[in-house]
C-alpha cells in the first residue's frame, strides 16, 4: 500500500489504561504528523516529526501525552493513563519534503479511541 | 487562540447549486492557504490550495477566492452534487514552520439530491 497507515482503527480501552496508537507513513516522507479530530470538532495539531531534528511537541495537551518517531520512520502514540476526554480519531499524517512549503499532508484513516 | 476561524460548521445545498465555506485568518505570516475535504471514515485529503500572490484558483468546479487585505479566503463549489457531501476544512501554513498546517474548525456540507 502506498497510503499512510495507522493501527489500531479501533481502540476501546478502560480509563486509567495506557494506549499506544501506530503510524505507518509514506515509504520516503521526512514529515510526520499526529493530529486529534474530536466528534464534530476541527483538527487539533499534536505533534510534528521533521527528518532528524528535535520533534515539535508544542500540541501535546499534557504529559500523558508522548510520541516517538523510530528510524525516521514508523511513530507511535502513547497517552498514559486514559481519560474520557481523550476520547477522539486521532489522525497520523506524512508529507514530503519539498523546496517552498506545498503544505500538502497525506492522512491515514485514523485510529478511533474510546475510552470508557 | 484560534488561529483560522472557519463558517458555517454546517451546510445544506440543494444539487446544483453553489456551497460557499469561508475562513479567516488572522496571522499575516501565513502563506499558504489548502483545503481540505474528509469524507466519513476517511482522513483529510488536499482538494484545492493557493498562496497569496493570486486572488482566485479554481480547478474544476472548486474555486478559492483570495483576500489579503481582509485576511479572508473561502471555497466555492459550483453545481454542487451529492457525492461533494463531506467536511471541508481550510488551512494555512506559515513559512519556515516546515509543512505544518492550521486547521480551521471545518464545515460540515450536505448536498440534497
Known amino acids: 500500500g502506498a497510503g499512510v497507515s495507522q493501527s489500531p482503527s479501533n481502540k476501546v480501552t478502560e480509563k486509567g489504561k495506557d494506549v499506544e496508537l501506530r503510524c505507518d507513513p509514506i515509504?520516503?516522507?521526512?514529515?510526520l504528523y499526529w493530529y486529534r479530530q474530536s466528534l464534530g470538532q476541527g483538527l487539533e495539531f499534536l505533534i510534528y516529526f521533521q527528518g532528524n531534528s528535535a520533534p515539535d511537541k508544542s500540541g501535546l495537551p499534557s504529559d500523558r501525552f508522548s510520541a516517538e518517531r523510530t528510524g525516521g520512520s514508523v511513530s507511535t502514540l502513547t497517552i498514559q493513563r486514559t481519560q474520557q476526554e481523550d476520547s477522539a480519531v486521532y489522525l497520523c499524517?506524512?508529507?514530503?519534503?519539498?523546496?517552498?512549503?506545498?503544505?500538502?499532508?497525506?492522512f491515514g484513516e485514523g485510529s478511533r479511541l474510546t475510552v470508557l | 487562540q484560534q488561529q483560522v476561524k472557519q463558517s458555517p460548521q454546517s451546510l445544506i445545498v440543494q444539487k446544483g447549486g453553489i456551497s460557499i465555506i469561508n475562513c479567516a485568518y488572522e496571522n499575516t505570516a501565513f502563506d499558504y492557504f489548502p483545503w481540505y475535504q474528509q469524507f466519513p471514515g476517511k482522513g483529510p485529503a488536499l482538494l484545492i490550495a493557493i498562496r497569496p500572490d493570486v486572488s482566485e484558483k479554481k480547478e474544476g468546479r472548486f474555486t478559492i477566492s483570495f483576500n489579503k487585505s481582509a485576511k479572508q479566503f473561502s471555497l466555492h463549489i459550483m453545481d454542487s452534487q451529492p457525492g461533494d457531501s463531506a467536511t471541508y476544512f481550510c488551512a494555512a501554513n506559515e513559512n519556515n514552520a516546515g509543512n505544518m498546517l492550521t486547521f480551521g474548525g471545518g464545515t460540515r456540507l450536505m448536498v440534497k439530491p
Open positions: 499524517a506524512s508529507s514530503a519534503r519539498l523546496a517552498g512549503n506545498t503544505g500538502e499532508l497525506f
Open positions: 515509504s520516503g516522507h521526512t514529515a
